[in-house]
């Protein structure tokens, strides 16, 4: 409508290097915002890069792991526990839900009387969803004198807050940073989450033998650390059983039309399709699907697991299936009365699974920080010892055994159905049935 | 099928219909992009985040009109298109408000300063709105617009230029029928109590059914050659068509228009012939704006994708790119060069069957394409490069 100003070249100038700088942050929005998505995120920024290293959950001390130099520090009155959530930035929806099962944890001990008589703080910072923030909050944790760190639940801020905690000889508990390789940087290192080693093979085995699919296609988040390590270990064990995988596309998070993707995949003809990205292309994936005609079962990581991927899905995503660490409809005691007094505290359930995980974490910090005491223990050091010598902790999300398995606790994986009001639970597996080593 | 070295050709068109309707979304965006920078010279990078706000307005009003998640958890609510009118009025609306807002706190205020000065301040309120409505807006869980609300969701145009084979057809009709029949079987022996192992027997041979009829149903599909137009995005092309046009004609033939071209033209000639320079700007941000919250209001409705603060930033650049590549300042061109970012993203991800991981590299090929343009065509496809005298 206009003509062209004389001006237009120099603005065009300007306006082209702004744009690739907006670019550029957008790009990193990316690495964490998705890679938020879940918690479970394999990496956010910094740290990207595969899943598969280092040693699983079911080989006990696979590796030796570095012991920290330092005794850390004490055991006070109040009791300082220190936790690094994302209150701010693309993380922020897991970082609320683990604060709000950590803090819940941390009034019900208070409630009771506190840890051998004493009470105890939780002191909260905010990564910002980053992992420079993440490394000077737990700094900051540190010279404050908490004698444990929880957090996080993105791998890459994990990774660098354990550099921090085993400089100065503190545990860290992280909650759901599920890549496999940063329990090698030191003993001081715990998770109450599984490894990325664990939910590929449990899809693989699930599709293979228990809804008989033969042939799958594989849609990988290429800009998603997780997702591409979660593809990766999901086309090595499904083909490993005998299973084909005959084609893989890779779409980009925060794309919003997979038609282009679909066309393609959908020429293919495969049995079932694999979708290890997060909910947030999900669902709208599922429903592009449908309306192009592929009707195959669907099948995906913890990554789906939020409330809101029924409402992106719609009814295209109900009846497929992906992995969880658990479910709100397990009968299980612990899980029952979490969710009371989830209901109690805030009203409604946990939207994600860090609710339960950060409360697992925060109960397994403060049932070792007793054994510690009854043991005449004062140290962070005789705190990393005690969380060492944990054996079938009754956590929320399952069992926890983090003795002899270098910070990796085997625990058990939930294969999950979507429903129009939520998920309903299909089949639970143990660790030692999928994974062989 | 016939494969060329890796590349389907049956999915061809399928993939030019694909990358159209995918252009239109940028096309739509890339129109007030284009309407700003015409009369102002103005790149207001604001309006991917009016955008957001846009889609976000169309979330809450789906709420109100009873579309919440809790209302929709689990029922089936009936809609109409009255709702789906409702929502796309007041995302123009609020959309329409807060480009004006925006205008007059951050904008006019710069006016009689050097263009860079409000280059930054449009970043600036960019940036300002991403954070402020991480403070205020809902995003924990990422909300998404319901699809009850859209009440022609599961409509599309099929083209069938060559069906599919009959005898797969009819398999595919056979296999669904005896899916249904061991589902069936199923059901009554879980009902009845049958024992375990039998119940387990008939489960998996229901699934073993069910696998068969799905898989058959998705090849009858892929094998009937033709094009799957989903009405949403049908009517998102249509709509942006229509919004084209609309906005050439009030440029070109109204009133408001030939005042908008003369501030475009000469800012302080059009203040001395009388034209109220201050009034054609705020309609300017109005029209823009409103014309992003039509967009946003059929991008979360339509792709139902996730809502979050930072939801404009991507489709934004992409616009940003589509005005340049088509000539910014030119209406036509937006959408011209909307639709054709659309198809050169689509035809990269098809050429991946050809080049595997050239999927990967489509955002970089559409600027490659961006580049080559205007090595040629320094004012874009459609736009007019004037050499200056000096």
Known sequence: ??????????????????????????????????GGTTGTAGTTGATAGGTTAGTTGTQPNASPRPTPQKDGATIGDPIKIGLVASQNGDLKPWGDDNIKGSQLAVDEVNA??????????????????????????????????????????????????????????????????????????????????????????????????????????????????????????????????????????????????????????????????????????????????????????????????????????????????????????????????????WKAKYGGVPGTTMGALGYDGAKLMMDAIKRTMDAKGTK????????????????????????????????????????????????????????KK | ??????????????????????????????????????????????????????????????????????????????????????????????????????????????????????????????????????????????????????PYRNEKVSIVLKPAGQEIVAQAADATKKAAIAEKAYDDAQKAGAPADKVEQLRNDAQIASNDASRLQTQVSSQTSGLVIPYGQLGMLITTMVLMAVLWFVVQKTKTGRAMRAVAHDFDSAALMGVNVGRIITITFMIGSALAGAGAMMYATVLRTPLSPFLGVQPGVKAFVAAVLGGIGNIPGAVLGGILMGIVETLVVWLDGLVPGLSGYKDAVAFVVLIAVLLFRPGGLLGSSKVEKV
């Open chain 2, 1 to 150: 099928m016939n494969l060329v070295a890796g590349l389907d050709f049956s999915i061809l068109p399928q993939q030019l219909v694909n990358g159209l309707l995918l252009g239109s979304i940028y096309a739509l965006i890339a129109l007030g992009y284009t309407m700003v920078y015409g009369v102002l010279r103005l790149i207001n990078f604001a309006h991917g985040e009016v955008f957001m706000l846009g889609s976000y307005a169309a979330l809450f009003t789906s709420w109100l009109l009873g579309f919440s998640p809790e209302a929709v958890r689990g029922v089936d609510r009936p809609s109409t298109w009255v709702n789906l009118v409702v929502m796309l009025l007041v995302s123009m609306i609020v959309c329409g408000l807060i480009g004006v807002l925006i205008e007059f706190l951050a904008y006019r205020p710069m006016r009689n300063q050097p263009r860079i000065a409000s280059l930054i301040t449009a970043i600036g309120v960019s940036l300002f709105i991403q954070y402020a409505g991480g403070l205020f807006l809902p995003q924990s869980p990422p909300p998404a617009i319901s699809e009850q609300v859209n």
């Open chain 1, 380 to 435: 962070s050091k005789d705190l990393i010892a005690a969380l060492e010598d944990t054996v079938d902790f009754p956590g929320v999300s399952g069992k926890i055994t983090l003795k002899g398995h270098s910070g990796n606790p085997p625990k058990r994986a939930l294969v999950v159905k979507v429903t129009k009001t939520g998920q309903s639970f299909v089949k639970a597996y143990e660790p030692d049935e999928v994974m």
């Open chain 1, 112 to 341: 009771a009387g506190g840890i051998n008589g004493h009470q105890v703080k939780l002191r909260i910072e905010d990564s910002n969803s980053t992992p420079e923030t993440g490394k000077s909050a737990a700094q900051k944790l540190i010279s404050d004198g908490v004698v444990g760190l929880l957090g996080e639940v993105a791998s890459g801020i994990t990774q660098q807050m354990e550099i921090v905690a085993f400089d100065a000889g503190v545990p860290l508990v992280a909650i759901g940073a599920t890549r496999t390789d940063i329990a090698t940087l030191g003993s001081n290192f715990f998770r109450v989450c599984y490894t990325d080693d664990l939910q590929g093979p449990v899809m693989a085995k699930f599709a293979y033998d228990y809804l008989h699919l033969k042939s799958m296609a594989i849609m990988t988040d290429n800009k998603q650390p997780y997702s591409v390590g979660l593809s990766e270990s999901f086309r090595k064990a499904f083909e490993e059983m005998g299973g084909k995988i005959v084609d893989e596309q890779k779409y980009q998070s925060k794309e919003t039309q997979f038609s282009s993707y679909i066309s393609n995949l959908k020429s293919k003809n495969p049995d079932g399709v694999f979708l290890s990205g997060y909910f947030t292309e999900v669902g709208p994936i599922a429903s592009q699907m449908r309306t192009a005609g592929v009707t195959v079962p669907l099948l995906g990581g913890d990554g789906w697991d939020s409330s809101e991927l029924i409402t992106s899905g719609g009814d295209a995503i109900v009846g497929n299936y992906f992995c969880n660490h658990y479910n709100n409809e397990e009968t299980r005691p612990e899980v029952q009365k979490f969710l009371a007094d």
């Open chain 1, 1 to 34: 409508m206009v003509k062209l100003n004389k001006t237009f070249a120099t603005t065009f100038g300007l306006t082209a290097a702004l744009a690739l700088g907006i670019i550029g942050a957008s790009g990193c929005q990316d690495n964490s915002a998705a």
